[in-house]
């Protein structure tokens, strides 16, 4: 970790086209961001736990609305005996189980407070699963939308996919780079044009641009690119300034260079190195409406 700031941040320094506070800005939001990125299926799977706890904790609540209508039910009848005694004993029966009379006073507040509870909880559980249902939903459609925006390039190394409620669309550098280079090709460019015509309408995401390359060492330096770890950051730069221009909020992107160290494919092939050069484009809904009627639970 300790390389990739200091890799970073002689980059920043050096760079004649990316200013020393924007490469800064891109690496706070860029932690920010990967830390939300690795907590996210933690917190669908805490969402989870939770939900089941709470239909736990409902049953439960039932079975102790069930136990106390019994006891009601019990002292009631037993009050209702003591009704039909002479009015002495009636009386005398009274004074003696006034204790009984004050119990059955107080059952009567503690399951209409079970009562309450338990239909304020059922009334959160059932807001944060329809909750779920829309997101999950959403996600479903964006992917589609993303699918249609580049069904063109069907093909021509673009790959759309779902995991963990994240959207990636993947591009292969034989699409978006010459071979060294960081300049988005023609191609490249009408590809993300496609794609941030879907992005730029929705303005809740928060997008991740990681650029990825193979584990052969960078032999064409050129000025302030050295090694694959600059190679990387300049080309996911990019690929975001290529989407700002078409109308994807700044705010919304963080631009990463992963360098060699995430492969998907066999780096000891020319297929695998092959995969392995790609911009990773990652986009994750956002959780605050979840997240704040999960803290209420």
């Not at 496609?194 to 390359?213: C, F, P, R």
């Not at 109308?247 to 066999?266: E, F, L």
Request: aromatic letters at 4%; one cysteine or more.
């Amino acid at each position: 970790m300790k390389k990739v700031i200091v890799s970073l941040i002689v980059l920043s320094s050096i760079s004649a086209c990316v200013p020393l506070k924007k490469y800064n800005d891109l690496e706070d939001r860029y932690y920010l961001l990967m830390q939300e990125k690795n907590n996210f299926q933690d917190k669908i799977n805490e969402i989870e736990n939770l939900l089941a706890q709470r239909d736990e904790e409902i049953t439960q609540l039932k079975q102790e609305v069930a136990n106390k209508q019994a006891e009601l039910d019990e002292q009631q009848n037993a009050f209702e005996a003591l009704a039909q005694d002479s009015s002495k004993e009636l009386q005398d029966n009274i004074n003696k189980n006034q204790d009984l009379l004050d119990q059955l006073s107080k059952t009567r507040s503690e399951l209409s407070s079970k009562e309450s509870e338990l239909a304020a909880k059922i009334k959160r559980v059932n807001e944060l699963e329809g909750l779920l249902t829309q997101q999950r939903q959403a996600i479903s459609n964006l992917k589609k939308s993303i699918s249609d925006a580049l069904r063109g390039f069907e093909g021509k190394g673009i790959t759309v996919h779902e995991k963990n409620g994240q959207i990636y669309v993947s591009m292969d550098n034989t699409l978006l780079f010459s071979s060294g280079k960081w300049d988005v090709r023609t191609e490249g460019k009408t590809a993300l044009t496609q794609l941030a015509s879907v992005l730029k309408k929705h303005q809740d995401l928060n997008i991740l641009i990681e650029g990825h390359t193979d584990s052969a060492p960078y032999s064409t330096k050129q000025g302030e690119v050295q090694d694959n770890w600059d190679l990387s950051v300049m080309r996911a730069t990019a690929v975001t300034k290529v989407l700002e221009v078409d109308g994807v909020r700044p705010t919304q992107m963080t631009a990463a260079g992963r360098s060699k160290y995430i492969p998907i494919g066999d780096n000891s092939s020319d297929t695998g190195k092959a995969k392995n050069r790609r911009v990773e484009i990652i986009i994750t809904p956002n959780l605050e409406k979840i997240n704040k009627l999960l803290n209420q639970i």
